[in-house]
């Protein structure tokens, strides 16, 4: 299929998700899923600013990259980290080379070890202000041309519109609030992943697509279904175990 064709089928997968009852969560995970896919990129992940102007990760294409999201979080280092501080996108950035290393010693090292040898980092803006961040990450180190950068832009503003497409930019202490709410939910949301692969014997990836199948199967929103599940007012067992399951 085309690239044109793909992106197509996005903008009117956005254009559905944004309903009344819009779940954040869900749709950045949708998206960080096709930019992948558009992209042609190994992994990509959002980050949000909370109030405290802290960068959150708040969806990732799979669970590898989510935890070197935590791990750049943890040591503030990495391109969305610089990204936010900056408000400017950081492309084409060799991991390998000696002044990256020098210049984010741990999360360089950390990306490589998960495969990463090259990544991008364009930020989530709004009328100059800067509300958080999306990375691309690259297991070869083949730059993105300038067309592939713009695309990631323009999918990074429609991150940042759906984020703010309920609120009133004018009342900015309700936009951080839901803000806050939506990366409160993402904490409840892994720990349900974490739950749901133990108790099935099974990778987080395959947890998180069995919980996301059944929520979109069901019209549930997914935070909706994850905080049943964290109260235990949600019997999993209506729920579709993955087939693959981890060795004893």
């Not at 290393?101 to 990306?111: E, L, R």
Request: charged share 20%.
């Amino acid at each position: 299929m085309i690239r044109e064709q793909r992106l197509t089928e996005v903008f009117v997968e956005v254009a559905d998700s944004l309903t009344d009852d819009f779940d954040v969560i869900d749709f950045l995970q949708q998206l960080s899923v096709r930019c992948m896919e558009l992209l042609n990129v190994a992994a990509v992940g959002i980050m949000l600013a909370d109030s405290h102007d802290t960068l959150q990760t708040i969806a990732a294409s799979d669970e590898h990259t989510r935890l070197l999201e935590l791990f750049a979080q943890e040591h503030d280092q990495g391109p969305c980290v610089d990204c936010y501080n900056s408000g400017n996108a950081r492309t084409n950035i060799n991991l390998t080379d000696w002044t990256i290393a020098a210049k984010w010693p741990q999360f360089a090292v950390q990306a490589q070890d998960t495969g990463f040898v090259a990544a991008n980092a364009l930020p989530l803006r709004l009328r100059g202000r800067t509300i958080g961040a999306m990375g691309l990450f690259q297991t070869d180190p083949e730059p993105l041309t300038a067309s592939d950068l713009t695309l990631a832009q323009a999918l990074a503003d429609i991150a940042t519109i759906a984020i703010l497409q309920q609120r009133t930019l004018a009342h900015s202490e309700l936009e951080r609030g839901q803000l806050q709410y939506a990366l409160t939910s993402r904490i409840v949301l892994e720990q349900v992943k974490g739950i749901l692969a133990e108790r099935w014997n099974t990778s987080v990836d395959d947890a998180f697509t069995a919980l996301r199948t059944y929520a979109r199967s069901h019209s549930y929103q997914l935070t909706s279904l994850a905080r049943e599940i964290a109260d235990g007012t949600f019997d999993t067992n209506q729920m579709s175990r993955p087939a693959t399951t981890l060795r004893p």
